[in-house]
């Protein structure tokens, strides 16, 4: 049986392509990609590429 990650990743308030620094979410440019998750194949968020 698969479990989905997505309720805990909106407990977590992840944020959709953004950086956590010191404490804060901070934008990001035009770089991203979609992390699936290897069991259920859903994507689990969008996150920022970085230099």
């Known amino acids: 049986m698969s479990m989905s ?3 805990v ?3 977590l308030c ?3 392509g953004r950086f956590f620094i010191d ?3 901070v934008d990001i ?5 979609d992390p699936i998750h290897p069991s259920t ?11």
Do not use: F, I, P, S
């Open 29 to 33: 440019g035009d770089g991203r990609y």
């Open 9 to 11: 990743r909106d407990r």
């Open 23 to 25: 404490g804060a979410w």
């Open 14 to 16: 992840v944020k959709r």
């Open 41 to 51: 194949n859903e994507v689990v968020t969008d996150c920022a590429e970085a230099e």
């Open 5 to 7: 990650v997505l309720d």
